[in-house]
């Protein structure tokens, strides 16, 4: 009687426990359910377990834009690569540095880097120009909170290049015969330009490239630029020496193939047109060149350094690009 009754309590305590771990079992699956069906459907890439939302892809993909035009003018975007169009490559190279940028951000815990309390402030204050632009400029509206992710993560990438780069010294040997090829290359390039321009910015209230039209056809080298100066969406500046990043480019390119004492044709820039009149071109002392040249190489230098070192963390992420939100932007 004592062995049933013992058997009756113990298949009694062992109903309660399969009661329990069932309830349990069902609650977890649950949360795992609701969990899934609760994940921003909308986002464009998962990198390890980070969703990147369309709204921060943009973001990166606005830089990417800002780079081909540089390169190719806004025409670049008629144009294909290996029958690629350029706004599929352009998608393709902002996935990429996405994933680099993870890459790094990730392992910036594990070399000890923290931002500082003025690091802090400085991504604050770039995000909210940042959401400014992208609305004005772009007409696209971005949470401040993504705006900040963004600037956040950008200031931790310097500081992880930073500190992988910080033991480089020039081989100086390496350098002039860099220094040597530079010249040879870009001998057309390393003169002192000084000039005047015309901008016309992009509008809504007039063909910007027709104005640009309209207004070449009464300029010649002797035109005082200042007589367009009070014309809306018109920007004058005169005796301007060149420098590099002064303007896209494409547009560089364009100056410097422009002979002393002559006016461009209309050239089409990112935001805008520009006509350019050369005031005059003075060869410089090679040697006066040479620091900036030195800091180029540096740059170069250590750009390979850091590439090299965070291949292998490249390579260890795990990414899933959404294919349909990918083809829509």
């Known amino acids: 009687m004592r062995k049933y009754r013992k058997s009756k309590k113990y298949?009694?305590?062992?109903?309660?426990i399969l009661i329990f771990l069932s309830t349990l079992a069902i609650f977890v699956i649950g949360m795992y359910i609701f969990k899934y069906f609760n994940i921003d459907k909308d986002y464009v890439l998962k990198i390890n377990n980070e969703y990147i939302s369309k709204e921060e892809f943009l973001l990166y993909l606005d830089e990417q834009e800002n780079v081909f035009e540089e390169v190719g003018g806004v025409d670049i975007w008629h144009t294909d690569?290996?029958?690629i169009p350029a706004k599929d490559v352009a998608k393709n190279n902002t996935i990429s540095s996405i994933i680099f940028l993870k890459a790094v951000v990730y392992e910036a815990e594990n070399l000890g880097?923290?931002?500082t309390l003025d690091e802090k402030q400085q991504y604050k204050q770039e995000a909210l120009l940042l959401k400014e632009y992208m609305e004005e400029e772009k007409n696209i509206i971005i949470p401040l909170e993504i705006c900040e992710k963004f600037e956040k993560e950008r200031i931790i990438e310097q500081k992880v290049y930073d500190y992988i780069t910080s033991t480089f010294v020039v081989d100086e040997k390496?350098?002039?015969k860099y220094f040597n090829k530079y010249?040879?290359?870009n001998i057309n390039k390393i003169n002192k330009i000084n000039l005047d321009y015309i901008f016309i910015k992009n509008n809504d209230n007039f063909d910007a490239k027709q104005k640009a039209n309209n207004i070449i056809k009464d300029i010649n080298f002797k035109t005082d630029f200042n007589k367009f100066i009070e014309q809306p969406y018109v920007q004058v500046y005169k005796n301007i020496d060149l420098q590099k990043g002064?303007?896209?480019k494409n547009i560089e390119d364009k100056i410097y193939k422009l002979s002393e004492k002559s006016v461009s044709n209309v050239i089409e820039g990112r935001d805008g047109f520009y006509i350019f009149k050369i005031n005059k071109i003075v060869e410089v002392n090679i040697e006066d060149i040479k620091e900036m040249v030195?800091?180029?190489y540096i740059s170069i230098k250590k750009d390979e350094i850091y590439r090299m070192q965070t291949k292998n963390w490249v390579n260890n992420i795990?990414?899933?690009k959404n294919s349909e939100i990918l083809s829509n932007i």
């Open 183 to 185: 010249i040879n290359d």
């Open 318 to 320: 795990k990414v899933e």
């Open 113 to 115: 880097i923290e931002l």
């Open 81 to 83: 690569f290996d029958g």
């Open 11 to 16: 298949y009694k305590y062992r109903n309660y």
């Open 246 to 248: 002064l303007f896209e």
């Open 174 to 176: 390496e350098f002039e």
């Open 294 to 296: 030195r800091e180029e």
